[in-house]
Structure formats: C-alpha cells, structure tokens
Nanobody, 118 residues
C-alpha cells in the first residue's frame, strides 16, 4: 500500500522557519521524483519545489526561491522542505507527491497545514 505521510506543519510567526517531512512507503522511493506543492484557500494548487530521484536536480517556484530548500534522504525514504523567512502568503496546506519515472504514476499525501501569522 502506497503511503506518503507529511509532518512538521504548524503555526509560525512571519520571518520564522519550519521544516516539513514526508515519509514514503509502498513504492520504490529512489525511482520517484518528489514534489512539494501547496494550496491556499480559494487558490489553485501550485508546485513549490521538486527534486529528482537521486537529488541531483532541484527546481523551485519563483515565489519561494532563495527561501525554501528541498532535499531527500533515500536511505530513509523521506523528502524534506526547509522553509525560511516565512511570510503570511506562505500560509497553505502543503502536500508531498511522488511521480514515478517511466510509468508517470503519481501518489499524494494528505497534507500538512502551515500558517504564518503573528
């Protein structure tokens, strides 16, 4: 059974930091491109960061570039999102997803809420 379990969300003040984690099971993690996306109320879901299967390539949305860092530990089947200099506009539900190389199958987690507010 495929599972992606996100954790690490919460309430943080503007300027603060959070690190999200997503632990995967049920598929070959090293064969997956991992992605973090977010969806704020009333807005479409947007991808904010992605990392290739062995971590050699990372891509970021312009809105988070320089503030967010995506990384992965293939030994732990876990992908991380380090978020710094958070602003209220970063408030959203954050989702982890996996896209399998070759088949293109995609899996999604349930999300973790990040709220940036004073």
């Amino acid at each position: 059974q495929v599972q992606l379990v996100e954790s690490g969300g919460g309430l943080v003040q503007p300027g603060g930091s959070l690190t999200l984690s997503c632990t995967a099971s049920g598929f070959m993690f090293t064969n997956a491109v991992m992605d973090w996306s977010r969806q704020a109320p009333g807005k479409e879901r947007e991808s904010v960061a992605a990392i290739s299967s062995i971590g050699g390539t990372r891509n970021y949305a312009d809105s988070v570039k320089g503030r967010y860092t995506i990384s992965r530990d293939n030994a732990k089947n876990t992908v991380y999102l380090q978020m710094n200099s958070l602003v209220p506009e970063d408030t959203a539900m954050y989702y982890c997803s996996a896209r399998m190389r070759g088949s293109g199958l995609a899996y999604w987690g349930q999300g973790t809420q990040v709220t940036v507010s004073s």
